[in-house]
C-alpha cells in the first residue's frame, strides 16, 4: 500500500476514537491464494494459563518479533516461553495486502526534512535504517532457506505531471547517494528507458519484491519449530495489569490479556496490531488511524506471447499531486498493482478511519487498463483485473510509526504505524523490540531511529501532516 495523505481542501475528519477489531470475514488478496498449514493454526486446544511473553498479532511486525526472541539460545534453555494471539489468521492483514515489494524511495531524505522536519542527524538515521532491510531480509531468506521469491531488483519512480516533474528534478539534484541512478533526458527519451508512456522524470533505487505471505509465515513455522505457541482466531479484546499470582513468583506485575476464548496473564506483552492498534490501546486513538486502500492483481491471458520490453523492475508512477500507482510484475506474466488514489481522495469516508477490508470501495474498475494506459507493449496485451482487494494501513498524523516502550506502561511495547511504508522498517525494527524485550536494554540501543520512538509527547501533540 502506498504511503497516503489526504487533500487539504476536503472537509475536516470528524472525532476519531479507538478501531474496531478486525472483521472476521475479509476480501481476499492475491498472496493468500496459496494458504500455509499454519494458517488458522492452534498450537493448543486451549490458551495456556500464562506465558512470559504474548504477542499480539500474527503479521510481519509480530512474526518478525517472534522469530528474533525464538534465533538462537536453544543449548543455554535461554528461548523465552511465547505465545502469539492473531484475530483472525496469519499474515491477514496488511501484510497479506501489500504490494509485494520494498525500497528506498528517491526523495526520502528530502521529505524527512522538509515534510516531517526531522533534523539532518535524524534523518540520515532514518535513511541509514530503511537502506538497511533489503540486506537484512535477504540474509534471512538465505540462512533459512525460506521459498518466497526473494529477488533484488531496481524499482523505477516516474513522474508524469510536468510541473511536479520539474520540482522532482530539482530535489534529486540534492539527493547524495550513490545507488540513486537519476534518468536524464526529454519526454522520449524517457519513455524508451522506463517503458512508461509520458515520462517527465525518473529515477531508480535499490528495491526487493517477494511473496509476504510465504516469507510471514515460513518465519511462524520456523518460531513454531522452536517453540512459538500460536493460536489464530483469537481476537484480543483488552489489557490490564495484575498483581503476580504467585507470592513466590519473582516477576512482580503480570497483564492480563483478555480473549474470547479466555484470559491469559503475560508478564511481557507486544502489541503488533498496525491499523487496528488502538482497539487495544485506546490511548492511540487518532494517532494510529485506520487508513483503506485498495490493490489487484492483472493477469494475462494463457498463451499470451512474451510482452516486449519485459518488466524487470518494479515501478512507481506518479500522476501528480497525492495520486500514485505501485507496479510489482509477477513470475506468472501478470502484475500486482495498488493505489488509484485519485479515484477517491475527495470521498474521505471511504478510506479515513475506516477498518473494514471485508468490503471495496466502488473504484475497482480503475485497474481495468492500467497496464495498457502506462507501459508500452502492453497496449493490446489484453490483460485483465483477475483480483481486488482492500487492506487496512495504519496512519500517523505525524508520519512515523509508533515503536518501543507504551509510555506510562510496564513491560508492554509496541510497533504499528508504518503508514504504508511498513516493508522498509519492519524486519529490524522487530529484531530492536526483541532485544529490548529478551535483553532489556533501552531503547536507544536497540538500532532503531530516535524518530520512530513513541512517546507521550507524541500522543499529546496536535501537529497533523496527514490531513
Same mark, same amino acid.
Not at 538497511?132 to 540474509?139: G, S, T, V
Given at each position: 500500500?502506498?504511503?497516503?495523505?489526504?487533500?487539504?481542501?476536503?472537509?475536516?475528519?470528524?472525532?476519531?476514537?479507538?478501531?474496531?477489531?478486525?472483521?472476521?470475514?475479509?476480501?481476499?488478496?492475491?498472496?493468500?491464494? $496459496?494458504?500455509?498449514?499454519?494458517?488458522?493454526?492452534?498450537?493448543?486446544?486451549?490458551?495456556?494459563?500464562?506465558?512470559?511473553?504474548?504477542?499480539?498479532?500474527?503479521?510481519?511486525?509480530?512474526?518478525?518479533?517472534?522469530?528474533?526472541?525464538?534465533?538462537?539460545?536453544?543449548?543455554?534453555?535461554?528461548?523465552?516461553?511465547?505465545?502469539?494471539?492473531?484475530?483472525?489468521?496469519?499474515?491477514?492483514?496488511?501484510?497479506?495486502?501489500?504490494?509485494?515489494?520494498?525500497?528506498?524511495?528517491?526523495?526520502?531524505?528530502?521529505?524527512?526534512?522538509?515534510?516531517?522536519?526531522?533534523?539532518?542527524?535524524?534523518?540520515?538515521?532514518?535513511?541509514?535504517?530503511?537502506?538497511?532491510?533489503?540486506?537484512?531480509?535477504?540474509?534471512?531468506?538465505?540462512?533459512?532457506?525460506?521459498?518466497?521469491?526473494?529477488?533484488?531488483?531496481?524499482?523505477?519512480?516516474?513522474?508524469?505531471?510536468?510541473?511536479?516533474?520539474?520540482?522532482?528534478?530539482?530535489?534529486?539534484?540534492?539527493?547524495?547517494?550513490?545507488?540513486?541512478?537519476?534518468?536524464?533526458? $526529454?519526454? $522520449?527519451?524517457?519513455?524508451?528507458?522506463?517503458?512508461?508512456?509520458?515520462?517527465?522524470?525518473?529515477?531508480?533505487?535499490?528495491?526487493?519484491?517477494?511473496?509476504?505471505?510465504?516469507?510471514?509465515?515460513?518465519?511462524?513455522?520456523?518460531?513454531?519449530?522452536?517453540?512459538?505457541?500460536?493460536?489464530?482466531?483469537?481476537?484480543?479484546?483488552?489489557?490490564?495489569?495484575?498483581?503476580?499470582?504467585?507470592?513466590?513468583?519473582?516477576?512482580?506485575?503480570?497483564?492480563?490479556?483478555?480473549?474470547?476464548?479466555?484470559?491469559?496473564?503475560? /508478564?511481557?506483552?507486544?502489541?503488533?496490531?498496525?491499523?487496528?492498534?488502538?482497539?487495544?490501546?485506546?490511548?492511540?486513538?487518532?494517532?494510529?488511524?485506520?487508513?483503506?486502500?485498495?490493490?489487484?492483481?492483472?493477469?494475462?491471458?494463457?498463451?499470451?506471447?512474451?510482452? /516486449?520490453?519485459?518488466?524487470?523492475?518494479?515501478?512507481?508512477?506518479?500522476?501528480?499531486?497525492?495520486?500514485? &500507482?505501485?507496479?510489482?510484475?509477477?513470475?506468472?506474466?501478470?502484475?500486482?498493482?495498488?493505489?488509484?488514489?485519485?479515484?477517491?481522495?475527495?470521498?474521505?469516508?471511504?478510506?479515513?478511519?475506516?477498518?473494514?477490508?471485508?468490503?471495496?470501495?466502488?473504484?475497482?474498475?480503475?485497474?481495468?487498463?492500467?497496464?495498457?494506459?502506462?507501459?508500452?507493449?502492453?497496449?493490446?496485451?489484453?490483460?485483465?483485473?483477475?483480483?481486488?482487494?482492500?487492506?487496512?494501513?495504519?496512519?500517523?498524523?505525524?508520519?512515523?510509526?509508533?515503536?518501543?516502550?507504551?509510555?506510562?506502561?510496564?513491560?508492554?511495547?509496541?510497533?504499528?504505524?508504518?503508514?504504508?511504508?511498513?516493508?522498509?522498517?519492519?524486519?529490524?525494527?522487530?529484531?530492536?523490540?526483541?532485544?529490548?524485550?529478551?535483553? &532489556?536494554?533501552?531503547?536507544? $540501543?536497540?538500532?532503531?531511529?530516535?524518530?520512530?520512538?513513541?512517546?507521550?509527547?507524541?500522543?499529546?501533540?496536535?501537529?497533523?501532516?496527514?490531513?
Amino acid at each position: 500500500m502506498p504511503s497516503p495523505t489526504a487533500p487539504p481542501s476536503t472537509p475536516a475528519i470528524p472525532p476519531i476514537g479507538p478501531s474496531p477489531l478486525p472483521a472476521p470475514h475479509y476480501t481476499i488478496p492475491y498472496w493468500r491464494t $496459496e494458504l500455509h498449514p499454519l494458517d488458522a493454526h492452534r498450537s493448543t486446544p486451549s490458551l495456556p494459563e500464562k506465558c512470559e511473553v504474548l504477542i499480539v498479532g500474527a503479521g510481519m511486525a509480530g512474526v518478525s518479533v517472534a522469530y528474533h526472541l525464538m534465533d538462537g539460545g536453544a543449548e543455554k534453555g535461554e528461548r523465552p516461553e511465547v505465545v502469539m494471539l492473531e484475530a483472525r489468521e496469519v499474515c491477514s492483514g496488511a501484510t497479506g495486502r501489500n504490494g509485494g515489494h520494498l525500497m528506498h524511495p528517491p526523495l526520502l531524505s528530502s521529505r524527512l526534512t522538509s515534510r516531517l522536519k526531522l533534523s539532518s542527524a535524524d534523518a540520515a538515521e532514518v535513511t541509514a535504517f530503511v537502506d538497511a532491510q533489503i540486506p537484512a531480509l535477504k540474509r534471512v531468506v538465505e540462512k533459512e532457506g525460506i521459498e518466497c521469491e526473494f529477488q533484488t531488483t531496481r524499482n523505477v519512480h516516474v513522474w508524469l505531471d510536468e510541473e511536479e516533474a520539474e520540482d522532482v528534478k530539482r530535489k534529486l539534484k540534492n539527493e547524495e547517494r550513490s545507488d540513486l541512478w537519476v534518468l536524464e533526458g $526529454e519526454l $522520449e527519451e524517457l519513455e524508451r528507458l522506463t517503458g512508461v508512456k509520458g515520462a517527465r522524470a525518473a529515477a531508480s533505487v535499490p528495491a526487493a519484491h517477494l511473496w509476504p505471505y510465504k516469507f510471514v509465515t515460513s518465519l511462524v513455522q520456523i518460531a513454531v519449530d522452536r517453540g512459538l505457541n500460536l493460536q489464530t482466531n483469537t481476537p484480543v479484546s483488552s489489557i490490564t495489569t495484575v498483581s503476580s499470582p504467585s507470592s513466590s513468583d519473582s516477576n512482580g506485575t503480570y497483564h492480563s490479556v483478555h480473549t474470547p476464548r479466555g484470559t491469559i496473564l503475560a /508478564h511481557k506483552v507486544i502489541i503488533a496490531t498496525n491499523g487496528y492498534t488502538s482497539a487495544i490501546l485506546p490511548q492511540y486513538a487518532g494517532k494510529i488511524i485506520p487508513w483503506r486502500g485498495m490493490c489487484s492483481h492483472v493477469a494475462v491471458p494463457e498463451k499470451t506471447p512474451p510482452l /516486449h520490453p519485459k518488466l524487470t523492475r518494479t515501478f512507481n508512477i506518479h500522476y501528480g499531486g497525492n495520486a500514485a &500507482d505501485y507496479v510489482n510484475p509477477r513470475p506468472d506474466g501478470g502484475v500486482v498493482i495498488g493505489g488509484g488514489q485519485q479515484t477517491y481522495l475527495q470521498e474521505r469516508e471511504l478510506y479515513i478511519n475506516v477498518a473494514d477490508d471485508s468490503s471495496f470501495m466502488g473504484k475497482e474498475k480503475y485497474f481495468d487498463g492500467v497496464m495498457q494506459r502506462n507501459f508500452s507493449g502492453w497496449e493490446d496485451s489484453g490483460a485483465f483485473i483477475e483480483n481486488v482487494w482492500t487492506g487496512i494501513m495504519g496512519c500517523t498524523p505525524d508520519l512515523r510509526p509508533h515503536i518501543g516502550k507504551v509510555p506510562g506502561q510496564t513491560r508492554i511495547w509496541m510497533l504499528a504505524g508504518f503508514n504504508g511504508g511498513g516493508m522498509t522498517m519492519i524486519f529490524l525494527a522487530a529484531d530492536g523490540i526483541a532485544k529490548m524485550v529478551r535483553d &532489556d536494554i533501552k531503547y536507544e $540501543e536497540s538500532g532503531i531511529p530516535k524518530a520512530f520512538h513513541t512517546s507521550q509527547q507524541r500522543l499529546d501533540s496536535k501537529s497533523n501532516l496527514l490531513f
